[in-house]
Antibody, heavy 116, light 110 residues
């Protein structure tokens, strides 16, 4: 069974940092690009970032560019999202998803709350 | 870049059918989209990829009650024989240099 499992969420103060992880199993992780999508409380889905299968191509939403960094370790089947200079508006559930688009596999999400 | 427009809410009776719409902005009527379902308190779930031709490919385990169709810039998700578990938010999604989601439709099963 293909599974994506996020971790690393929590409560952080404005201006702080957090690193999210997404552990993949049941698929050949190195063959797929991966995406982060977030959902603020009571709101819709927002695309955040993408990384190619080899990690050499990355894309970011304007709202996080310069503050967030996506990366991956194919030897560990794990995707990461380093989040710096966090703001209240970054408060959301963060999901990892398989592929560049038309995400056919989603993780269960990890909650990030930015508050003093 | 395209904008995806969805009605904020829809409702239909148990056992009936409902057709949800996702409209692509002008000049983007040929875009492929995907439909995702998000039940309350759960992660999104992929339903299908839907092309401008109207052909669609459903995800693993998606019931036959779910189907897709197209008319011009409109992309439809039809759910037949509505069940209580179909009460959820439904999002359409596409890509153009970045991921794009519609605002979502909250479906209530009466």
């Amino acid at each position: 069974e293909v599974q994506l499992l996020e971790s690393g969420g929590g409560l952080v103060q404005p201006g702080g940092s957090l690193r999210l992880s997404c552990a993949a199993s049941g698929l050949t992780f190195r063959n797929y690009g991966m995406t982060w999508v977030r959902q603020a409380p009571g709101k819709g889905l927002e695309w955040v970032s993408f990384i190619s299968d080899s990690g050499d191509i990355t894309y970011y939403a304007d709202s996080v560019k310069g503050r967030f960094t996506i990366s991956r370790d194919n030897s560990k089947n794990t995707l990461y999202l380093q989040m710096n200079s966090l703001r209240a508006e970054d408060t959301a559930i963060y999901y990892c998803a398989k592929d560049l688009k038309f995400f056919d596999i989603w993780g269960q999400g990890t909650m990030v709350a930015v508050s003093s | 870049q395209p904008v995806l427009t969805q009605s904020s809410s829809a409702s239909a009776s148990l056992g009936s059918s409902v057709k949800l719409t996702c409209t692509l902005s002008s000049g983007h009527s040929n875009y492929i989209i995907a439909w995702h379902q998000q039940q309350p308190g759960k992660a999104p779930r992929y339903l299908m990829k839907l092309e401008s031709s109207g052909s669609y490919n459903k995800g693993s385990g998606v019931p036959d009650r779910f189907s897709g169709s197209t008319s011009g810039a409109d992309r439809y998700l039809t759910i037949s024989n509505l069940q209580s578990e179909d009460e959820a938010d439904y999002y359409c999604e596409t890509w153009d240099s970045k991921g794009i989601f519609g605002g979502g439709t909250k479906l209530t099963v009466l």
